[in-house]
């Protein structure tokens, strides 16, 4: 009962259209961000190497290496200040989490691509 | 206490907590809780009670776990005398007419236009920036000093011996030579009647019957609340 009223609650922040995209996906985040009064659009790209949470609460974590830096962001699904997510490019992979790819440097971080239209 | 304020409170029940984003996209942690429909039982006036509130109840009670007088509480009930009664001139209170309630308690303020029977909803805080929110925490039992109130405890090391989650002192020696009232100490913890104060309203369901509530609340979930407008200025 207590859950079913607190998923009714939920449902009133979800996206209708949830962005669509996998684990292992170069993707393009594009996040609305308000300086001062103006809104501006800032694109974050990189491999999303993991999923977590469930309804509002739910995050997606994008990797990328910035100056031989690795760099992680995590962001809200669920958002509204997450515009769009454009999925560039998909890797094949046969985990949920890729926390491997943290250790990982170089040329090893690359994922094998998979054809979009195969995995549909 | 100036001039007495409409009572404005509800009686609900904690649903649990969860998160919701706000216009500007930020997220807001609410408590949600289920709240009302409530009826008016009885109403207090300062000339037969001596102050001013509304009683109100939450959530039917089955007639057969009701007592008799918990139902002559809410309807009129025949009984032996009553007629006797009517004929010496005794004027029954007002009745409120509905099923017997599980949770009932009083609002303090004026009543208005409310009277027996008449229903309080959540609508009665679309207005309301905030509220006091009253429940019973979380029973502990008997908690240490270190639970109960944040004591540090003693060292891991360097020659404690088995009291690592000890309170430590707790006074002085030969003068005064007794404890003083008050020094903190292992207790029973939570359980206890728990006000939360000036908790901001994010949204009220009307359909749903429910009020969403910025941040916690006390008690588990399931916990009976009551709900009132924030006499916090």
């Known amino acids: 009962m207590s859950q079913q009223i607190l998923d009714l609650v939920e449902q009133t922040s ?8 996998e684990i292992g996906d170069t993707v393009d985040v594009h996040t609305k961000i308000l300086e001062g009064d ?7 790209t990189g491999v999303v190497i993991a999923r977590s949470g469930s309804g509002s609460r739910e ?32 890797g094949v992979v046969r985990r949920a989490k890729l926390y491997f790819l943290r250790d990982r440097v170089g040329k090893a971080v690359r994922l094998k691509e998979r054809r979009r239209d195969a995995s549909k | ?47 037969k009670d001596g102050y001013e509130a509304v009683q109100i109840g939450y959530l039917d009670k089955p007639r057969r776990l009701a007592s008799r007088s918990e139902r002559g509480h809410v309807a009129k009930l025949d009984s032996k005398r009553s007629k006797s009664r009517t004929a010496a001139g005794v004027e029954l209170s007002a009745k409120a007419g509905c099923e017997p309630k599980r949770f009932i308690r009083e609002i303090r303020g004026t009543a208005g236009d409310l009277a027996p029977g008449s229903q309080i909803t ?37 020659g404690v011996k088995k009291c690592h989650r000890h309170l430590g002192g707790t006074g002085c020696s030969a003068y005064p030579s007794r404890l003083f009232k008050g020094v903190r100490m292992p207790g029973q913890y939570g359980n206890a009647r728990t006000t939360v104060r000036n908790q901001k309203v994010v949204r009220v369901d009307a359909e749903n019957n429910l009020i969403l509530v910025l941040g916690g609340i006390p008690g588990p979930k399931g916990g009976f609340v009551v709900v009132k407008q924030t006499n916090k200025v």
């Open chain 2, 1 to 47: 206490m100036s001039q007495p304020a409409p009572a404005v409170g509800i009686l609900g029940r904690k649903i649990g907590m969860t998160q919701i984003y706000d216009e500007s996209g930020k997220v807001v942690p609410v408590t949600v809780v289920h709240a009302g429909p409530c009826d008016v039982l009885q109403v207090r006036t300062a000339e």
């Open chain 1, 38 to 44: 103006k809104e501006r659009i800032q694109v974050f």
């Open chain 1, 59 to 90: 995050m997606f974590t994008v990797r990328r290496i910035v100056n031989n830096e690795g760099v992680e962001r995590k962001f809200p699904l669920h958002s509204p200040r997450i515009a769009k997510v454009e999925v560039k490019r998909s």
């Open chain 2, 122 to 158: 959540v609508e009665a805080f679309a207005e309301v920036p905030a509220v006091d929110i009253v429940a019973t925490s979380k029973g502990r039992g008997f908690s240490g000093a270190m639970k109960r109130h944040n004591f540090s405890g003693q060292r891991a090391t360097h």
């Open chain 1, 14 to 21: 979800l996206k209708t259209e949830v962005p669509e995209f």
